[in-house]
């Protein structure tokens, strides 16, 4: 499945198949990604975070940053695990311990717990992390965090 592996385009995946003897349509292979895709990316997210949680010292650098959309400005938290690999991103209007609990729900519902979570000092993270009952699992301090910082910055998007 070579074609899934990597971004080829729809016309690619039919050269691709057209070599292996397989006639068919850029237009089919877009349906089968449509139909299949969603599928394939829950398996492989559930695999990875199966993968995460073996993990023994599995831990969250959380950090939030200010974009614009549409001329104003909203709050983009951030999870990104050991590995560097962003696991979860939630956009909001406020950074406070509203948007904060909200966030940490969301992102252990899906993920479940890590061991350790390293943020900076923003006072939000530390009333979620009570609310929640995992302010002993917190990490603070000014420098800390920088890996968060660093590991989406190549990956980040810009909104706007």
Same mark, same amino acid.
């Given at each position: 499945m070579l074609y899934i592996r990597f971004p080829l385009s729809l016309r690619n995946v039919e050269y691709l198949l057209h070599e292996r003897g397989i006639d068919v349509s850029h237009e089919s292979v877009r349906f089968?990604?449509? /139909?299949?895709?969603?599928?394939? +990316?829950?398996?492989?997210?559930?695999?990875?975070? $199966?993968?995460?949680?073996?993990?023994?010292?599995?831990q969250w650098h959380l950090d939030e940053v200010f974009v614009k959309i549409n001329?104003? /400005?909203?709050?983009?938290?951030? +999870?990104?695990?050991?590995?560097?690999?962003?696991? $979860?991103?939630?956009v909001t209007k406020t950074r406070d311990k509203r948007a904060a609990l909200k966030f940490l729900k969301k992102a252990m519902r899906r993920y479940g717990r890590p061991e350790k979570i390293v943020t900076d000092k923003l006072r939000s993270y530390g009333a979620a992390l009570k609310e929640i009952g995992a302010v002993n699992r917190q990490e603070t301090g000014r420098w800390l965090n920088n890996r968060a910082e660093g590991g989406v910055r190549a990956t980040s998007l810009e909104a706007g």
């Amino acid at each position: 499945m070579l074609y899934i592996r990597f971004p080829l385009s729809l016309r690619n995946v039919e050269y691709l198949l057209h070599e292996r003897g397989i006639d068919v349509s850029h237009e089919s292979v877009r349906f089968w990604w449509q /139909r299949f895709g969603p599928k394939f +990316a829950s398996e492989i997210r559930k695999k990875s975070v $199966e993968r995460m949680r073996a993990w023994p010292q599995w831990q969250w650098h959380l950090d939030e940053v200010f974009v614009k959309i549409n001329g104003e /400005r909203h709050y983009r938290w951030r +999870a990104v695990d050991h590995e560097g690999e962003v696991i $979860e991103s939630y956009v909001t209007k406020t950074r406070d311990k509203r948007a904060a609990l909200k966030f940490l729900k969301k992102a252990m519902r899906r993920y479940g717990r890590p061991e350790k979570i390293v943020t900076d000092k923003l006072r939000s993270y530390g009333a979620a992390l009570k609310e929640i009952g995992a302010v002993n699992r917190q990490e603070t301090g000014r420098w800390l965090n920088n890996r968060a910082e660093g590991g989406v910055r190549a990956t980040s998007l810009e909104a706007g």
